[in-house]
């Protein structure tokens, strides 16, 4: 070394130190001046490569402007882009292939209008978020989405000749804070979409189609939530039908108030374990208020009422509970149909009343248990409706029936098949069953305690095919043909 004051840069290649570097100390800093230099070029020329932009569109056009037609901003824009349209009426149909921001100033006054053709936003293959806008008057769709994950903000999309909001073969999609209005279908997602749902705080009306139709693949989620769905009316439409693929997928339906459905009020298939489906109204539905396909499904603090079909209709599902629900005034109450449910019921603090067919109808596979307490079950008054009709297939299962008065019922109060010894079957009252006994089991072996059974225009207890039985603490009286039978061949 000179008398040069040297800095000594160590480049350790291994734990051995083989190599070292001595320098200069100049041409040190000469070195680390470069690459300053070269770090900061990096930079400057990434931010002007990545840097998002916005433009603006106004039909008048004007100082500060970039487009007067939203198409013509759209054509220009690259990915991450926003454009910004001032209030006008823009009639025009706008085609997105990019993924881009599109918001509007002002959701009422800024309208895109379809001239009665076409769509009148077309999306393709992009990531796009659209707010604040009025989109109408097109001949099919008011937005149409194809392999696309969209967000929809802050949109009025009414009197459009298709469905206001149609997916095809998408991603994630979240719609919030709209109105879709007299369209001929509300939000509707077709083929199962890969990404997860969201559709909140929206109000969605007299659409000729379904009102909320979506699909999502297997394991997906679907958010349903303080939507507003009303006159569904087309002969094959649902208020609500939410589908996830193959072994289902989570649900969040919550107070989502569903009335005057073409068909189903709300329609639900694949619900897994851990979903809620509670605090809403279902009101004039066509067919059933709620149906549920291969589901795992607790309901609460539903009002199911009007339905032309059942007020909540099961078919081969799994477990299923029912609590603090109001079914009333429907062709039927709470039925399950279909192949036996896998799981077990839960029925709980409900009234279930006036209703044309069954009260309760449940049917669970061998093993599986049915709990059916303190519910009301009045007037369930059609010629071949049972109050409260449980079976459990094969050696059957075990059974709480406790604390429920039947009464006015168009056939028998209590029906239950396949009572195994250990079920509790207790502290109740059933009046006034009209065309069959006040309370029937079959193939069972049972325990009564504490039931009275009135005014029956058959048996009050009938007992057929049965096992052990015993009867404790109960009163049976006034029934048309008499108290407490058993028989083997002849039933009624």
Partial sequence: MNNTRDVIL????????????????????????????????????????GAAATW??????????????????????????????????????????????????SESNVTIDGDGSGDCVQI????????????????????????????????????NGGHGIYFVHGKSFTIRNSIIDGNAGGIIYYYAASGDAIVED????NNVGSGVRISLAEGKSAT????????????????????????????D???????????????????RAGSTVAN???????TS????????????????????????????????????CTIDGNAGGIIYAGNRATGDAIVEDNIITNNIGSGLRIGLTEGKSATVRNNKVDNNAGGSSDGIYVYIAGTGGLMTIENNPVTNSGRRGIYLRGVRRGSTIADFAVQGSSGGSGIRADASDMTLENVTVTDSDNYGIYFYSGKGFAIRDSTIDGNDWGGIVWRKSRYW
Avoid: W
């Fill in 10 to 49: 160590v480049n350790r290649c291994n734990q051995s130190d083989e190599f070292r570097t001595v320098l200069p100390a100049k041409m040190c800093v000469q070195v680390l001046l470069i690459l300053m230099l070269a770090a900061a070029a990096v930079l400057v020329v990434g931010a002007g490569v």
């Fill in 224 to 251: 349903v939530k303080n939507n507003k769905i009303d006159n569904s009316a087309g002969g094959s439409s649902d208020g609500m039908y939410v589908y996830i693929a193959g072994s289902g997928g989570v649900m």
């Fill in 280 to 286: 809403f109204t279902v009101h004039d539905s066509e």
């Fill in 202 to 205: 929206n109000t969605v009306t």
């Fill in 289 to 324: 208020g709620i149906r549920a396909d291969a589901s795992d499904l607790t309901i609460e603090n539903v009002t199911v009422t009007n339905s032309g079909g059942n007020g909540i209709y099961f078919y081969s599902a799994k477990d299923f509970t029912i609590r603090d």
């Fill in 253 to 271: 339906i919550e107070n989502n108030p569903v009335t005057k459905s073409g068909q189903r009020g709300i329609y639900l298939r694949g619900v």
């Fill in 56 to 105: 603006y569109v106004d039909d008048g056009g004007g100082a500060g402007i970039d487009f007067t037609k939203i198409q013509d901003a759209v054509s220009n824009a690259s990915a991450g882009d926003t454009i910004y349209v001032y209030e006008g009426m823009y009639n025009e149909h706008v085609l997105i292939p990019t993924s881009i921001t599109l918001s509007g100033q």
């Fill in 124 to 159: 393709s293959s992009s990531d796009v978020a659209i707010n604040g806008f009025t989109i109408t008057n097109a001949s099919r769709y008011g937005i149409r989405a194809d392999y696309s994950d969209i967000a929809i903000e802050n949109v009025t999309i009414t009197a």
